[in-house]
């Protein structure tokens, strides 16, 4: 389990039609080497409607709040092995689902969309007990848009996570 905040790049202006929340997420990782896993994470992000008046002719030129759902399959390689920590880097793709209420000059529409999802990687993992380690993640997570639907075609999102994770029978 991983709890963490999000923050909206600067692509197309997200970072002024969004603002930062809360994310958090479940993985399940299997090694098939020391220092190589394929796995999965599921990831729950929430946004709030951006700051600032919207402006007729200046992008971008709505608000959004809402949230996106995310399944990924993933790739992971341990930089560091026969040891009780770990550095790594992790990349895959995936589906998500994006539900936000989109409010323009005209006024607010929910909206809703699945498409594709890129996630790309970093973080340290420790183990603190057998079975159990504590990670920190830092993650940079793609979803593709309808620019008709949201105003932009993607959503960027730096994600940052802290978390726990119980090893099944691994070590």
Same mark, same amino acid.
């Given at each position: 389990m991983r +709890?963490?905040?999000?923050y909206?790049?600067?692509?197309?202006g997200l970072?002024? #039609?969004?603002r930062?929340a809360?994310?958090g997420?479940f993985?399940?990782?299997?090694?098939l080497?020391? $220092?190589?896993a394929?796995g999965?994470?599921?990831d729950? *992000? *929430?946004?709030r409607?951006?700051?600032g008046e919207?402006? &007729?002719?200046? #992008?971008?030129?709505? !608000? +959004?709040?809402g949230n996106? @759902? #995310?399944? /990924?399959?993933?790739?992971?390689?341990n930089l560091?092995?026969?040891?009780?920590w770990t550095?790594y880097?992790k990349? @895959?793709g995936?589906?998500? !689902?994006?539900?936000?209420?989109?409010?323009t000059l &005209? @006024?607010?529409?929910?909206?809703?969309?699945?498409?594709l &999802?890129? *996630? =790309?990687? @970093?973080g340290?993992? =420790?183990f603190?007990?057998?079975?159990?380690?504590?990670? /920190?993640?830092a993650?940079?997570?793609?979803?593709?848009?309808d620019?008709?639907?949201?105003?932009?075609d993607? &959503?960027?999102?730096l994600?940052?996570? =802290?978390?726990?994770?119980? $090893?099944f029978g691994?070590?």
């Open positions: +709890l963490g905040w999000q909206p790049t600067a692509t197309d970072d002024t #039609a969004v930062s809360p994310t997420g993985h399940y990782v299997r090694h080497s020391d $220092w190589f394929w999965t994470d599921f729950f *992000l *929430l946004f409607k951006g700051r919207l402006l &007729a002719g200046r #992008a971008p030129e709505q !608000r +959004l709040s996106t @759902g #995310a399944a /990924f399959l993933t790739g992971r390689i560091v092995f026969d040891r009780p550095i880097v990349g @895959g995936g589906i998500h !689902r994006t539900r936000a209420k989109v409010t &005209a @006024g607010s529409q929910t909206k809703s969309q699945s498409s &999802a890129i *996630l =790309a990687a @970093g340290a993992e =420790a603190i007990l057998k079975n159990v380690s504590l990670l /920190f993640e993650r940079f997570e793609s979803f593709h848009l620019r008709n639907k949201f105003g932009f993607t &959503a960027e999102f994600v940052y996570h =802290a978390g726990v994770s119980y $090893w691994q070590h």
